[in-house]
Antibody, heavy 120, light 107 residues
Framework: EVQLVESGGGLVKPGGSLRLSCAAS????????MNWVRQAPGKGLEWVSS????????YYADSVKGRFTISRDNAKNSLYLQMNSLRAEDTAVYYC?????????????WGQGTLVTVSS | DIQMTQSPSSLSASVGDRVTITCRAS??????LNWYQQKPGKAPKLLIY???SLQSGVPSRFSGSGSGTDFIFTISSLQPEDFATYYC?????????FGQGTKVEIK
């Protein structure tokens, strides 16, 4: 069974940093591209970042470029999101998500999410 | 960036109704269009990928169509468990984008 379990969320002050982790199991993690997607309270889904299976290709939404860094450790079956210079508008539930591998690039599995609150 | 515009933003419908949601892309995305369902407090769930392919295990009352810039998502006969928010997402561009969502409420 595919499982994605996020951790690392919490309360942080504006300008602060936080590192999210996602532990993957039930599939060959090193074979799949991965995404981070977030959802502000009461708002819609926002794609944040993508990383290819071997970390060769990395992309960011304009809203986080230069502040967030996505990475992965295939030996540890883990995905990360380093978030710096956090702003109030980064407050959201952050989902780790697996991207299917056949070439259509849809998200087929999601974690349960971890809440990040940026507030003084 | 490719912008995705869904309509309507919300709708009220009754059990058994046919429901249609539209998603429009700001440029052609071929068939790289996916539909997700999200219930309150839960992670999204994939329903349709590649514009019209039904994800395994998803009931056949859900369907999708379209290509290029205009796409349609249909629930043929709304069931009580279908009251939720639905999102389209394009996976054509490396910068993936979602529509703003359509909330389907009980009439």
């Amino acid at each position: 069974e595919v499982q994605l379990v996020e951790s690392g969320g919490g309360l942080v002050k504006p300008g602060g940093s936080l590192r999210l982790s996602c532990a993957a199991s039930g599939f060959t993690f090193s074979s799949y591209n991965m995404n981070w997607v977030r959802q502000a309270p009461g708002k819609g889904l926002e794609w944040v970042s993508s990383i290819s299976s071997s970390s060769s290709y990395i992309y960011y939404a304009d809203s986080v470029k230069g502040r967030f860094t996505i990475s992965r450790d295939n030996a540890k079956n883990s995905l990360y999101l380093q978030m710096n210079s956090l702003r109030a508008e980064d407050t959201a539930v952050y989902y780790c998500a697996r991207v299917e591998g056949s070439g259509w690039y849809y998200i087929d599995y999601w974690g349960q999410g971890t809440l990040v609150t940026v507030s003084s | 960036d490719i912008q995705m515009t869904q309509s309507p933003s919300s709708l009220s419908a009754s059990v058994g109704d046919r429901v249609t949601i539209t998603c429009r892309a700001s440029q052609s995305i071929s068939n790289y269009l996916n539909w997700y369902q999200q219930k309150p407090g839960k992670a999204p769930k994939l329903l349709i990928y590649a514009a019209s392919s039904l994800q395994s295990g998803v009931p056949s009352r859900f369907s999708g169509s379209g290509s290029g810039t205009d796409f349609i998502f249909t629930i043929s006969s709304l069931q009580p468990e279908d009251f939720a928010t639905y999102y389209c997402q394009q996976s054509y561009s490396t910068l993936r984008t979602f529509g703003q969502g359509t909330k389907v409420e009980i009439k």
